[in-house]
């Protein structure tokens, strides 16, 4: 038979049942729209940590303090005082593949401009501090190393700072302003970075030297962390294996002796949440899948109900010439029809919803070409397998039998 | 006068467990070109076994049957589906008409699985056989919004629609009063006029008076095939209506 009478056939016959015809396609808009929304959520979740940590400066390298055994009792890391601002020295001075290096050692507090208030946090470092953490002055000067070693009481304020501690617009350069009770002056403005992918607040933070938090704030002689940048991406492993080396010289420790240290990269940061959020889209589209076999299966039920519900109508086609193939695939493309109509709108559908979603949580809204591709093909499959066995049924029909059933 | 049907020896035996029924033992007659042949017997003699045979529906177990020339017995399935599609037009007890799709529509039905035939030549063709059975004026509606009578006649246009040799009829009355019956036989009697050749299967005698033959069948045999000098079905529905009249 001529393939444009099949169709038209199959979807005058769809027609005159439309509702029952959009219910069965319900059931495979919903599992391809899943699909499509899951795949294309999990593609944007995953780009936007990318983009995040990315932006962080994929050659970051952060030294940690790790606590030492002593005794065999563990001390929280709390108190642990392994890392001291000679190891920054240590590393600049001898490390190749570093490109800066800063301590950083952090405190937090009240901020207090006159009547205004915010809790914050100080991070200390040296004066390369605000390059390794990709931050930009957006006006003023950044501090000195003649600051560094005078501990002296300035600071480089963050957007959200200057937001809530000057929320009439004035400039706060040169203000003063008191970080639990100590004075300190306002030398610089960050410019805005925004939110970060776990939704903390960039921009809240104020950048001071090191010296100046361990003495007058913390009073301590150690320095929580080292941040280095590498001199790029690819040389990140090597100067990594170079820290281990000075700090593991610098810490007298013996060969083959645990390091009281641990040094991260931003890409390992990155290789981790790209496995996991690769490992929840699969997870996530493999629910969905399930959905989408679930509408198979009602495809497949309902195309059963209706052969058997058109038992005298398959009769009839047959007594006036219709082939038992042109039976089959009349069938075969009634489901197909239904399926392929139930994917596009569920690609759309999809599309629609993870536009929505990635919009709402400030994600890049991506559409993966290959997983719109596939669930297309996955419906005409879907419409083939489950309207196959169906469609088989009503093309075995006797005709004779067929115009009889009651 | 040509042979539209020749059958020879005809025999259909159905297998039931392990007994056998036979339906049909040994039929031989010849319908000519332009003969209105009534088919009669008891239920359970075999008529619509017959009927179905003749429709090419199914396949005698022994014997010959030839269609317009055509040897029948040794075809394969698609072949006697392209049959049924080219040279018989059948007419059902209860219509078979498909539900929530226009009479036109449904009459076209047939010429959807004839390739050679083109989209505009079906309507024309479909509204010519609607025009040929009276219902010009219907052509739009749907099965449920038509009468019985209606009905029966958007059936018989999709008879029609492919111009075959043969128009098959089983108990094409059977659902419909009297009136209506006969004015359905007044329909069969016009296109009998008209050149088609007909077999028409019932066991109401009072029908069997507006054909021109009667083939007797009892027990899976041909019992009596005799000429019948053909009723109007016309005459008869306006003497009806004097007679209530007055
Ligand atoms: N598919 C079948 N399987 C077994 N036996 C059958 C089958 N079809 C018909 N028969 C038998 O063949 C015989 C003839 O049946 P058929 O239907 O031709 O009768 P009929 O003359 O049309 O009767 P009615 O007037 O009641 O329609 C019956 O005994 C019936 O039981
Ligand atoms: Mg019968």
């Known amino acids: ?406 | 006068m040509s042979e539209i049907i020749k059958i020879e020896q005809l025999r259909r035996t159905f297998q039931v467990g392990s007994e056998e029924v036979h339906a049909l033992k040994g039929i031989s007659f010849t319908i000519h070109s332009g003969e209105f042949v009534s088919i009669m017997g008891a239920s359970g003699s075999g008529k619509s076994t017959l009927l179905n045979i003749l429709g090419c529906l199914d396949r005698p177990t022994s014997g010959e049957y030839f269609i317009d020339g055509t040897a029948v017995s040794q075809r394969t399935k698609d072949e006697l589906s392209t049959l049924r599609n080219r040279k018989i037009g059948f007419v059902f007890q209860s219509y078979n008409l498909l539900p929530r799709t226009s009479a036109l529509e449904n009459v076209e039905l047939p010429l959807l699985y004839n390739n050679t035939i083109s989209g505009k030549e079906r309507r024309t063709k479909a509204i010519t056989a609607l025009e040929q059975v009276g219902l010009h004026d219907r052509m739009m509606h749907l099965p449920n919004q038509l009468s019985g009578g209606q009905q029966q006649r958007v059936a018989i246009a999709r008879a029609l629609v492919n111009d075959p040799v043969i128009l098959l009829a089983d108990e094409a009355t059977g659902n419909l009063d009297t009136r209506t019956s006969y004015e359905i036989m007044s329909l069969f009697q016009q296109l009998n006029r008209e050149g088609k050749t007909i077999a028409f299967v019932t066991h109401e005698p009072d029908i069997a008076v507006f054909t021109n033959r009667t083939i007797q069948l009892r027990d899976g045999h041909i019992v009596g095939d005799t000429p019948v000098v053909m009723q109007s079905a016309k005459e008869v529905l306006n003497n009806e209506e004097l007679r209530i009249e007055n």
Not at chain 1, 192 to 208: P, Y
Not at chain 1, 210 to 238: D, F, N, P, W
Not at chain 1, 303 to 327: C, F, H, P, Q, W
Request: glycine share 8%.
């Open chain 1, 1 to 406: 038979m001529n393939i444009f009478n099949l169709f038209k056939i199959a979807y005058k016959a769809l027609l005159r049942n439309k509702t029952r015809a959009f219910l069965t396609m319900l059931g495979i808009i919903i599992g391809i729209s899943s699909v499509i929304a899951m795949v294309s959520l999990g593609q944007s979740s995953s780009q936007s940590i990318n983009n995040q940590i990315s932006s962080m400066g994929t050659n970051l390298i952060m030294v940690m303090r790790t606590s030492q055994r002593q005794g065999g009792v563990n001390v929280g890391s709390a108190n642990v005082q392994t890392l001291m601002a000679k190891d920054v020295d240590a590393i600049r001075n001898k490390a190749k593949y570093i490109g800066a290096v800063s301590p950083l050692v952090n405190a937090s507090g009240q901020l207090v401009n006159g009547a205004n208030n915010w809790p914050g946090s100080v991070q200390g470092g040296n004066s390369e501090l605000i390059s390794i953490r990709k931050y930009k002055i957006a006006s003023g000067t950044n501090f000195t190393e003649q600051d560094v070693r005078n501990s002296a009481k300035v600071c480089i304020v963050g957007k959200t700072v200057v937001d809530n501690l000057f929320p009439n617009g004035e400039s706060p350069l040169g203000k003063m302003i008191r970080f639990n009770k100590i004075p300190f002056k306002i030398i610089g403005v960050l410019e805005s970075k925004g939110q970060n992918q776990m939704g903390q607040d960039q921009d809240d933070v104020i950048i001071a030297p090191y010296t100046t938090v361990q003495k007058r704030i913390l009073a301590i002689t150690y320095i929580h962390m080292i941040m280095a940048s590498a001199l790029s991406e690819e040389t990140a492993g090597l100067a990594t294996q170079e820290i281990e080396t000075i700090l593991h010289a610098n810490h007298k420790l013996k060969a083959g002796q645990a390091n009281d240290f641990d040094v991260r990269t931003q890409k390992e940061m990155l290789d981790m949440m790209n496995s996991v959020t690769g490992f929840l889209t699969v997870l996530l589209a493999a629910i969905a899948s399930i959905s989408l076999l679930v509408g198979g299966i009602g495809i497949m039920n309902i195309m059963y109900v209706t052969v058997t519900e058109r038992i005298k109508e398959i009769g009839l086609r047959m007594s006036i010439g219709a082939k038992n193939k042109d039976i089959l695939l009349q069938f075969l493309c009634e489901s197909i029809i239904l399926s392929l109509i139930g994917g596009i709108i569920g690609i759309l559908f999809g599309l629609l919803l993870s536009y929505l979603a990635s919009k709402g949580l400030s994600w890049p809204f991506i559409i993966s070409i290959p997983s719109v591709g596939i669930s297309f093909l996955v419906c005409a499959a879907t419409g083939i397998f489950f309207g196959w066995y169906p469609a088989k049924k009503a093309a075995s029909l006797d005709p004779i039998n067929a115009l009889r059933y009651e």
